[in-house]
T-cell receptor, first 115, second 113 residues
């Protein structure tokens, strides 16, 4: 069974540009989560989507946004990139809200570098 | 609010000796607690989880953790370290009914040959 996949593996952008990161969940999973792992800040929760809707959002500015498509894959968009957005962005997926326990399975991440 | 504190940023042990990675949690309600491992250039892998069943939880690769409510701790242990255990370990808390995971700052485990 294929795990969570993310693309691209690496992404290099300059300040002010926009970045789009993609995530495909494990087959059968309807929830997708995004986390940011930045140096010195640890792993922080960004966004959670389930059944196409945003369910929860971490303490990040509005220029971090995303969406979930009908096939449950997801996109994370970061607008007006700043140097401090450089980080490893991890995507995770789990079974939907109607499951009693939703273990999150993580992808390998996208490393975003902002120059 | 919930949080976890990993008491050691870096732990070094010799191969074949016991491993102890310490974690304290803070939560107003009954939490679910997890340990994840991250090997270099790889994603996070779940080692074990506590979800209010048995307080001693066994995970993969010989790791286990004990939930101690009186001490608000969830320390990770392994009787005998192996070179392949070298990685970053994260203690994680999740409130019941909330899917958001809150991560500790991580403990880097180094195994000395």
């Amino acid at each position: 069974e294929a795990g969570v996949t993310q693309s691209p593996t690496h992404l290099i952008k300059t300040r002010g540009q926009q970045a789009t990161l993609r995530c495909s969940p494990i087959s059968g999973h309807t929830s997708v989560y995004w986390y940011q792992q930045a140096l010195g800040l640890g792993l922080q929760f960004l966004l959670w989507y389930d059944e196409g809707e945003e369910r929860n959002r971490g303490n990040f500015p509005p220029r971090f946004s995303g969406r979930q498509f009908p096939n449950y894959s997801s996109e994370l968009n970061v607008n007006a990139l700043e140097l401090e957005d450089s980080a490893l962005y991890l995507c995770a997926s789990s079974l939907g809200l109607d499951s009693s326990y939703n273990e999150q399975f993580f992808g390998p991440g996208t490393r975003l570098t902002v120059l | 609010a919930q949080s976890v504190t990993q008491l050691d940023s870096h732990v070094s042990v010799s191969e074949g000796t016991p491993v102890l990675l310490r974690c304290n949690y803070s939560s107003s309600y009954s939490p679910s607690l997890f340990w994840y491992v991250q090997h270099p250039n790889k994603g996070l892998q779940l080692l074990l989880k506590y979800t209010s069943a048995a307080t001693l939880v066994k995970g993969i690769n010989g790791f286990e953790a004990e939930f101690k409510k009186s001490e608000t701790s969830f320390h990770l242990t392994k009787p005998s370290a192996h070179m392949s255990d070298a990685a970053e370990y994260f203690c994680v808390v999740r409130l019941f009914g909330n899917e958001k995971l809150t991560f500790g700052t991580g403990t880097r485990l180094t195994i000395i040959p």
